[in-house]
């Protein structure tokens, strides 16, 4: 869909507004946007640390906590009990809006006074049970080191984007399933390993786009198939000796890594990994219908530019959350709300512009951790009449800035960039981020040379691990840094015949970021028929793309 191309005014970039874009724009009273959709992107980011975490104390009850907030930040942390209770009410901190001077001066001022939750969990999905280390996340069990997951997840670990999953490790993107380790979109499946792209599939290792296969190793593009070994079939008993040849042994497992990156290449791959999605453009769209430039979208409606969300409607600008929700505008983490315009943890609101950590609440403006708020501004009450006076004349002030209907700016940030998801999708160096007006932290916590047990010295052979490992510590062989081993994370391996990683978490999560793909899309056409596409995979990468329709014929 053709429309006007504009320059974004921070990076130069030429972007394309048209007419469905004008017409949502219209209806949330906003001007067409000034940047353009990565640096839109790049603005929200900063405001979504998932997985760097800290460790502080709660200022109100004084004991230990992990927080996402990192130990020099200005933001004042309450641990998530002392947060969420009646021991505090944000509206003591209400301050008089000032037109005389800068509204998001006199913003950002409150959100430092106003005390923020040390980890992102949203109580419409529910409470999370031993799982401290976990940041964004809701309704977990026993979980460490997961993010941007939930509901229903138990005894998982260094993984994001899982729901209802039990005993996963090392994964991105699951639901409704177990025993899964180093998954890239592993769906409805049980017992897999090195799996991307793999659905209703069982006991099966080293899977490439496959779906509903039993007893697979190292296949790409199968369907309905069990004991096949590098795309063959093999008798049940054959295929059970070479397997055994491979599990276990770390040496073995990394020469056969090589192995299955080859034997793939000669494989056609789909433009995108949608299913069941009408209208979309993007990449992991599940069952949702008119999604453009979207990624990781579950049951969406008509969005354009959101990432990482469940069931939203006729929204823009999207990262995380969204369930039940529509008409919302440059949001974090905002959902079971309507009509919200930059937002950043609101739930359970309407009719909000601009507000952080609201919930209950209905037409407010520029407020910070209030809950059943009406008529605020800045955390303080006014009457109706006042209230609608004063935020014509704030939005009037946006719209001279060029401001209105966007994120809230840099300044404002909470995280460094580097700390984000945004230097997971859409890296920066730290030169570009400080000219870009992002913080950048170059104090990250990461222990290096203390480790007890080399990687040279680690048993090849989960079998021959013993039980002192998870008194030892490890080091990377990729960044060097420490690491460590937890119980249920050995118990894993063990049971499935998996190989001590070598890597560290933040490593090992880096890489299957890779293999997931850019958030980027590029033009193409497909290998087969020419037909014009937008996929993930760049032109210059060797991969041969099909479109959807000629890879149905191809594969299945």
Not at 13 to 39: H, R, T
Not at 480 to 509: D, Q, S, T
Request: glycine letters at 6%.
């Amino acid at each position: 869909m053709e429309g006007e191309q504009k320059k974004c005014r921070n990076c130069g970039a030429s972007f394309s507004i048209d007419a469905s874009d004008k017409s949502f724009y219209e209806k949330m009273g906003v001007p067409v946007p000034a940047l353009c959709p990565v640096c839109r992107f790049r603005r929200r980011a900063v405001f979504r640390n998932e997985r760097t975490l800290y460790k502080q104390f709660c200022k109100l009850c004084g004991k230990s906590v992990i927080t996402m907030y990192h130990p020099k930040s200005p933001h004042i942390v309450y641990c998530n009990e002392c947060w969420w209770s009646d021991k505090w009410d944000a509206r003591t901190y209400a301050q008089d809006y000032d037109s005389a001077t800068s509204f998001f001066g006199q913003l950002h001022a409150l959100a430092l006074k106003v005390p923020k939750v040390a980890t992102y969990s949203t109580a419409s999905m529910g409470q999370n049970i031993n799982s401290e280390y976990t940041n964004f996340a809701g309704s977990n069990k026993d979980c460490y080191l997961c993010f941007n997951s939930g509901p229903r997840n138990e005894n998982c670990a260094y993984s994001r984007g899982l729901m209802q999953c039990r005993d996963t490790l090392d994964t991105y993107f699951s639901e409704d399933s177990e025993r899964i380790y180093e998954g890239v979109n592993v769906q409805k499946s049980t017992g897999v390993a090195w799996g991307q792209n793999a659905l209703e599939s069982l006991d099966s290792w080293f899977l490439l786009n496959c779906a509903s296969v039993q007893n697979c190793f190292g296949c790409v593009n199968l369907r309905h198939k069990s004991f096949y070994f590098l795309n063959e079939p093999l008798e049940k008993e054959t295929w059970k000796k070479r397997v055994a040849e491979i599990t276990g042994s770390y040496s073995r497992i990394e020469q056969f890594k090589k192995v299955f990156e080859e034997h793939a290449k000669q494989f056609p791959r789909r433009e995108n990994n949608n299913l069941k999605s009408v209208g979309c453009t993007g990449d992991y769209i599940f069952e949702s219908k008119n999604c453009r430039d979207s990624f990781e979208v579950g049951k969406g409606e008509d969005l354009r530019y959101v990432f990482s969300v469940k069931t939203p409607k006729d929204s823009y600008d999207l990262i995380g959350h969204g369930r039940s929700s529509e008409l919302l505008l440059e949001g974090v983490g905002v959902g079971v709300s309507q009509r919200v315009k930059v937002g950043w943890f609101v739930e359970n609101s309407h009719d909000v512009e601009y507000c952080l950590a609201v919930r209950g609440s209905e037409d407010c403006f520029g407020c910070v951790g209030v809950k059943n708020g009406k008529y605020c501004i800045l955390n303080k009450q006014y009457s109706e009449e006042v209230y609608t006076r004063l935020t014509s004349s704030i939005v009037e002030e946006l719209k001279t800035a060029g401001e209105y209907g966007l994120f809230f700016p840099p300044s404002m940030g909470f995280f460094a960039y580097n700390e984000t998801v945004g230097q997971d999708n859409l890296p920066l160096t730290k030169e570009e981020a400080l000219a870009q007006g992002f913080r950048w932290e170059d104090d990250i916590p990461a222990t290096k040379g203390h480790e007890t047990l080399k990687p040279d010295q680690i048993p090849d052979h989960i079998k021959d691990v013993p039980d002192t490992i998870l008194k030892e510590t490890l080091a990377c062989i990729s960044c060097g840094r420490n690491y460590r081993l937890i119980k249920p994370e050995l118990e894993m391996y063990r049971r499935a015949l998996i190989p001590i990683p070598r890597k560290c978490f933040n490593c090992r999560h880096l890489e299957r970021l890779a293999r997931r793909g850019p958030f980027t899309l590029f033009d193409r056409t497909c290998a087969k028929c020419g037909k014009g596409i937008r996929t993930n995979y760049s032109p210059e990468r060797p991969e041969v793309v099909l479109c959807e329709s000629c890879y149905q014929n191809e594969v299945i």
